[in-house]
């Protein structure tokens, strides 16, 4: 009876699978024992509770409101909430400006092929943080001290502390106003797609823009929320007031945008190119002209081929925003840095970047299977 | 390979991870004689406190200081590795073991010292400063509405910006970078008005990146004065003692009036304290588990705090610093000489 157990190859494959799976377990117990041993036994404290404590580090500019008497806790979020402003500022016109890429690489100009070519040669091959620091250099090196700031139009200024321009203000209550303008725009999408299938999508976009802008002034009338244009002023040693937009944000994105468009661009030529000839042929047999066939026929095609590498592109454009660090624009590795030098709780903010990190990726790789697979050939 | 063997080979790391548990730690002490090396935290150039000259050979106060220890513990000055770490690495780097000791521009604060590290006897004392184009025409932090201050992450300095900004009211808007030299190129290519930092790095910087240092002023930020303290791991008190008593050494030597010139003649001595400080009387050194001349050796090698002190940012070097809080305690500063017995 033992004996045939022994030799049963199932028995023992059986056998060799629990003893693996108990030595990974056994190893995960002993790195967090030994981990937590060697932490007491250096005075190390552990523990999340540091959280709740006022951050006291400011924190330069952030697109939800900080200010240093909040939490390490808000620090983080304010952290989570510029990453993710720069992620999808960056992805936005890395796709758009690799669409335009592919398309210009496979013009039948030459000079614009060439350009083209030119391009994601030079900016493949250039390391991404050298770039960065070649933008910020620019920014901070071309235009002049704020006392002596250019004026190109009534009210925007241009210096070496960035772009001041005049901006909308709102009084209290303004939050609300933007959140129904929102709902609205939803609204509308969803209503006018629903109810107007058939009615072609250029046609479809300008009343669903127009019906959302008269909404919203409509909205903003009912709530009576003052509203003011503000123009930004030279006071004391900088300008005050109005939009900003800083030499590092602005840095950053272009180096980011720039880069991430070479090898979205490359994606999407591979993609377009990996659509049979036939298509093309077939295309013109009928008598569409080229950009209709290259609209309407070869990218819905190209685009079940450049989803996969696009995936894994955005997700490393994700992880690439950590390289702003180098130019000071304070995204989460600024700030999970900035924490670990404060509190000294370095397995806790480590911990906590890999998570957002984890969740971000996770988030954007699902989001990408799951529209991979709606475009997929459907096979029947 | 048969699959007994196999076994064989996925058990022995196990066993050898159960025997590096149950092994014991060695002291710092030890660990550094057997490596015959001091391993020691430094900045990433921060000339007169911490910088490789053009040789590649490690000079500044910081330095020095590192140096007295590996003097006192291996009688070799250059017996020291110099590890550049940045605000933000070094703090783990000494907890983790990496380096023995850590004497890099750090401030003693009780948030660091009661989380895993100690901190043994204050080689620099200073206020946090800002540094400013003259041409700004500002001289007093209550004129600095507005500005915008460059400032590194990893250090005191940016949780100064928000205390004094929220003091005086001014609205600072800060920029705050990860590394110390791209905070420093920004305040130098007009991104901000003001850079913030210890004093004395402040000085470093503008003798050594400013076009024409005269064009530049520095002014306190705060009324406070920090201390800069080398730091060690917690847990070994020897060590801690080690280097305390290392630092201890050079300012007790500058108290007592011996030089690296004069030091010889010292030992003959009429004054007890200074022949029990030398090591002619025993005992001093072998409490600490060192040999009994360790101060001798440490003068004989680098001289006493004040020549350190000149030749690395006081009057014999660029920065031309002036000894104020950093005098001796009879000289009204705040080095005080502990006794020696």
Redesign the interface.
């Known amino acids: 009876m033992l004996q045939s157990l022994w030799y049963s190859d199932r028995f023992r494959s059986w056998i060799m699978q629990i003893a693996l799976l108990g ?1 990974l377990l ?1 190893l995960l117990y ?1 790195i967090a024992g ?1 981990t937590i041993t060697n932490l007491a ?5 552990t523990g999340f509770d540091f959280l709740a404590h006022p951050a ?5 500019e952030s697109v939800v409101h900080y200010t ?1 008497s909040d939490s390490f806790l808000w620090a983080f979020v304010v952290g989570v909430a510029n990453t993710l402003w720069l992620s999808v500022i960056t992805l936005v016109l890395a796709t758009a400006g690799g669409l335009f890429l592919a398309l210009a690489q496979l013009a039948k100009h030459p000079l614009l092929s060439r350009l083209a070519v030119g391009y994601v040669t030079l900016f493949r091959n250039i390391p991404l943080i050298v770039q960065l620091l070649f933008f910020y ?1 620019l920014a ?2 071309v235009f002049p ?1 704020p006392r002596d700031a250019f004026e190109p139009l009534p009210g925007v200024f241009l210096s ?2 960035g772009v001041y321009a005049p901006g909308l203000v709102m009084g209290a209550g303004g939050g609300w106003v933007i959140a129904a303008s929102i709902v609205l725009l939803l609204v509308t999408i969803w209503l006018g797609n629903r109810r107007f299938r058939d009615v072609s999508l250029v046609r479809r976009i300008p009343s669903f823009v127009g019906i959302w802008l008269v909404g919203t002034v409509i909205i903003g009338w009912l709530a009576d929320v003052p509203l003011h244009l503000e123009s930004p002023v030279l ?4 300008f ?1 007031g109005g939009m900003y937009l ?3 944000f602005a840095a950053i994105v272009v180096g980011l945008a720039l880069y991430t468009t070479a090898f979205t661009g490359e994606i999407i030529r591979g993609g377009i190119e990996a659509v049979g000839k036939g298509q093309w042929e077939g295309g013109r047999a009928l008598g569409l002209w080229d950009r209709q066939i290259m609209f309407r026929i070869i990218l819905p095609q190209a685009l079940r081929i450049i989803v996969p590498p696009m995936t894994s592109q955005y997700l490393s454009t994700v992880k690439n925003t950590t390289l702003a ?4 624009y ?1 995204e989460l590795g ?1 700030v999970v ?2 924490v ?5 709780q ?1 397995l806790e903010s480590i911990m906590v970047m890999l998570g957002v990190f984890l969740t971000v990726s996770l988030t954007v790789s699902l989001f990408m299977n799951w529209f991979n697979a709606r475009i997929a050939l459907v096979e029947r | 390979m048969g699959y007994k063997l196999k076994l064989a080979a ?1 058990c022995l790391p ?1 066993a050898g ?1 159960l025997f590096a ?1 149950s092994a014991q730690a060695a002291t710092t002490l030890e660990t550094v004689k057997e490596r015959g090396r001091l391993i020691c935290g430094a900045s990433q150039g921060t000339p007169g406190f911490g910088a490789p000259d053009d040789n590649g050979y490690w000079r500044g106060l910081d330095i020095e200081t590192c140096r007295a220890v590996a003097v006192a513990v291996l009688g070799d000055k250059d017996a020291v590795d110099f590890v550049p770490l940045s ?2 690495q070094r ?2 780097a000494l ?1 983790t073991g990496e380096i023995d000791i850590l004497p890099r521009t750090l401030t003693w604060t009780l ?2 010292d ?3 590290i100690n901190f043994t006897q204050p080689n620099y004392y200073e206020f946090t400063g800002f540094m400013m184009p003259k041409s ?1 025409g500002i001289t007093r932090v209550e004129d ?5 201050v460059c ?1 590194q ?3 005191t300095t ?2 100064v ?3 004094v ?2 003091k005086h009211k001014l609205d ?8 110390t030299s ?2 420093r190129q ?1 305040f130098f ?3 901000c ?1 003001a850079l913030i930092t210890d004093a004395g790095a402040l000085a470093s910087t503008r003798a050594s990146m400013a076009k024409n240092p005269d064009d530049y002023i520095i002014f306190p930020a705060t009324p406070y004065v920090d201390a800069l303290t080398p730091a060690v ?3 070994d008190d020897q060590w801690m003692d080690i280097v305390r008593w290392s630092i201890q050494a050079l300012i007790a030597a500058e108290n007592f009036g011996i030089t690296q010139a004069n030091v010889d003649d010292m030992l003959q001595s009429k004054d007890p304290r200074i022949v029990r400080f030398l090591g002619v009387d025993p005992g001093n050194g072998t409490s600490l588990g060192l040999k009994d001349d360790f101060a001798y050796q440490i003068i004989k090698a680098l001289g006493n705090y004040g020549e350190i002190f000149d030749r690395n940012v006081g009057k014999d070097s660029p920065l031309k610093l002036e000894r104020g809080y950093n005098a001796l305690f009879k000289d009204g500063g705040m080095m005080l000489p502990l006794a020696f017995q």
């Open positions: 030595a056994g002993w030994n036994e250096r005075g190390i404290r006291r580090f400011p924190i330069s240093p250099g901070t090196s001290a070496l502390r006071h004391g040693l900088n005050r800083s030499p590092e660090v180098a130019v000071g304070p600024l840095n900035t670990i030098n404060q509190t000294g370095a | 996925l196990v991870m548990m605000g933000q703090i783990p907890q948030q660091r009661a989380n895993g700004l600095m509405a507005g500005a915008s400032v992450t990893g250090s940016e949780v910006v928000n205390d900004s929220t600072l808007q800060p920029v705050v970078f990860d590394n791209a905070a920004a290519s007009g991104r008005d791991r917690q847990g």
